[in-house]
């Protein structure tokens, strides 16, 4: 009796120190994943808000010489731009209450659909290409590539002045790439802002490549690289 009581002491001890083991473990994948979704919902909001802002800003700048020009033209702008932050408001709420709002459009749509807006409202010439056969991305990845392409307009247009941006979107069958070019003044020593590391660091987590290749008076131009061996 005492081997077996000694026995079953030692598997409780043994069971014990595993539960130890397994409580830390948790704690630690718990502190991870809200690190996680912190980040995620910070960069969320930063892709968002700096992309409402943009186009609030430059519809406003342009907005005393539009009403000396046109008073009628001037009210229909104040309104776009009252519904443009109304929009931006209700981006921001889906952001937070981390809902996608890209799920019922496809990747084209969806950067179809943000063009147009970025366009009505920066009065930025904004072309698309595609170019291969539209393979089905699945929401994590659409979601990101969506906010790095918002974020590479955003970029050109409050930081580089750009007046034109080319997008390229290339689905190949090992890969998606995008490509994002403009015309804006750029610069010889580039410093990422959180914008721009954000950026780097959704590309990342779908096993992505991003680069920035700038030159001073001569744009930027801004490459992600996905892998697509599988359904991204």
Do not use: W
Not at 50 to 76: C, M, N, W
Not at 103 to 128: C, G, N, P, W, Y
Not at 137 to 166: D, M, P, S, W, Y
């Amino acid at each position: 009796m005492t081997i077996v009581n000694k026995a079953n002491k030692e598997l409780i001890a043994s069971i014990e120190e595993k539960n130890k083991d397994l409580e830390y473990y948790s704690k630690k994948i718990e502190e991870l994943t809200i690190k996680e979704e912190r980040n995620r919902v910070s960069q969320d909001l930063h892709d968002t808000v700096g992309h409402i802002f943009t186009s609030v800003i430059t519809s406003l700048d342009a907005l005393p010489f539009l009403y000396r020009a046109d008073q009628k033209e001037a009210e229909k702008s104040i309104k776009e731009i009252s519904d443009l932050t109304r929009n931006g408001l209700n981006d921001v709420r889906k952001t937070i209450h981390q809902m996608s709002p890209t799920s019922h459009r496809t990747l084209v749509e969806s950067v179809t659909e943000l063009i147009a807006d970025f366009m009505k409202h920066t009065a930025t010439d904004i072309q698309l290409n595609v170019e291969g056969e539209a393979t089905k991305v699945n929401e994590r990845a659409k979601f990101a590539i969506i906010r790095c392409i918002q974020e590479g307009l955003t970029n050109a247009k409050r930081h580089g002045q750009a007046t034109c941006i080319k997008i390229n979107i290339s689905f190949k069958q090992e890969e998606l790439i995008v490509l994002i070019d403009d015309n804006g003044n750029g610069c010889n020593e580039l410093n990422l802002g959180f914008g721009l590391r954000s950026m780097k660091d959704r590309i990342s987590a779908l096993a992505g490549t991003v680069n920035f290749d700038s030159k001073l008076n001569n744009g930027m131009r801004i490459t992600c690289n996905i892998p697509m061996a599988k359904e991204v």
